[in-house]
């Protein structure tokens, strides 16, 4: 039967040993927020200088004190994490083979976006439309809105993708900063036919098997379901419990396979990819998690990542790279993350950041939407979380 891999190297075991004593602070605000119901569970994982020095799982899948054990090898709907791990990481491969160009207007690849039914007058008119580039979705300055539930009136893949195209502009292509799940949605459509075939058997291929990814995919088979947290109870669309399936709704209604959403993975192998970033791009024979093997070749140009990884302007003041956040503010990664540090994170309680300064990279994976996606007390957990990793470690 096709399940998750759940094997820890030897060599993660052994770095891991004193885990609990070392980041015995970062266990504490876990087990707080679990007890407070911020999430029933959660899985984390450090990485320093290319070794993996906690590996764990705390609580439950739900708060249900017969469920499942969360287990250091859990799997996740990892939710707008796949717009870092999945699309990202596809738009960066396709740079360094010439095939994605960042300036180039998305028109040119997606037609409909520009010459279907549209506004004439404001920010929408087709001329502000022929502007939206790449580089415009990717650092979330194209001028389309955040968010909306098409899969309420658009239930196949092809409405929801065509009710996308049609979106209004609501700024001109980067004028201002605005988080858009549409434009990743229509961006993973461009990459899909920038690379020939479906976003996620291009992903498994090019990205998730060379660096060793055994555990992360889209649409995870049947067989993983009761292994994975469920996500929420819903009574509204589906009316069923979701486990093991996309949370997000306008992934559900593409299929689950999506540019904004859809990725399911576990907090090893996002160590694993953050892994790749930090060591220039390269990976290892046998997963980028075994430190002792040698490394054989790169995945991304060193190039491509620190282009990827840096702040864009315009739009003004936004802490947007192309496709990675990184900190600013209150930010969820806490007060030690230095400014040459990249993240994201996800609506279901996930979330990853890397300090490609310091070599230093953290997962945090939770169901904090489990029963009814109400509890916002994450947004103060992942902060402390962070901020009591890093107090464990020895860094400038």
Same mark, same amino acid.
């Given at each position: 039967?096709?399940? !998750? ?16 004593? =070392? ?17 029933? *569970? ?10 993996? +020095? ?90 389309? !809105? ?57 992903? #498994? ?24 947290? !469920? ?23 593409? *299929? ?25 791009? =390269? ?23 620190? +282009? ?15 496709? $990675? ?20 994170? *996800?609506?279901? *309680?996930?979330?990853? $950041? ?6 230093? #990279? ?7 939407? $489990? ?11 992942? !902060? ?13």
């Amino acid at each position: 039967m096709d399940t !998750p891999a759940n094997d820890i190297p030897a060599s993660v075991s052994a770095s891991t040993a004193n885990q609990r004593t =070392r980041f015995a602070a970062a266990y504490s605000v876990l087990e707080k927020a679990i007890a407070d119901r911020a999430f029933p *569970g959660a899985a984390f994982g450090v990485l320093l200088d290319g070794e993996i +020095l906690a590996l764990d799982g705390v609580g439950r899948f739900t708060y249900d004190p017969a469920s499942p054990a969360v287990e250091p090898t859990t799997v996740y709907d990892l939710a707008s994490v796949t717009k870092v791990v999945a699309t990202t990481a596809a738009a960066m491969l396709l740079h360094d083979r010439g095939r994605l160009e960042l300036d180039q207007p998305l028109g040119d690849i997606l037609p409909g976006f520009v010459i279907g039914p549209g506004f004439v007058i404001g920010a929408d008119s087709p001329r502000e439309r022929c502007r939206v580039s790449f580089r415009h979705l990717l650092a979330h300055s194209s001028g389309l !809105p955040a968010y909306a539930r098409l899969f309420e009136n658009h239930r196949s893949a092809a409405a929801l993708l065509g009710a996308c195209l049609r979106m209004p502009l609501e700024a001109p292509p980067g004028s201002r900063a605005e988080y858009s799940d549409i434009g990743f949605i229509l961006l993973g459509k461009a990459l899909e036919i920038l690379c020939g075939e479906p976003l996620d058997r291009f992903c #498994a291929r090019e990205i998730f098997a060379p660096l060793g990814l055994a555990s992360t995919r889209y649409r995870p088979p049947v067989s993983w379901r009761a292994l994975i947290p !469920p996500t929420v109870d819903d009574a509204a669309f589906r009316r069923r419990v979701v486990q093991g399936e996309v949370h997000d709704e306008n992934a559900f209604a593409l *299929g689950g396979v999506s540019g904004h959403a859809g990725l399911f993975s576990n907090a090893l192998d996002i160590l694993g990819y953050a892994a790749c970033l930090l060591n220039g791009g =390269r990976t290892r024979v046998g997963g980028a998690t075994t430190p002792e093997i040698q490394i054989i070749r790169p995945l991304f140009h060193p190039s491509t990542i620190e +282009l990827f990884a840096s702040r864009q302007n315009p739009p003004q003041g936004s802490s947007r790279a192309l496709g $990675w956040d990184t900190p600013s503010g209150e930010s969820s990664s806490g007060h030690y993350f230095s400014p040459r540090s990249i993240g994201h994170l *996800g609506y279901t *309680g996930t979330s990853m $950041w890397i300090d490609l300064d310091r070599g230093f #990279a953290v997962a945090l994976l939770t169901n904090r939407t $489990w029963p009814d996606r109400s509890s916002q007390a994450i947004r103060a957990v992942r !902060p402390a979380f962070h901020d009591a990793v890093r107090r464990s470690l020895t860094l400038p």
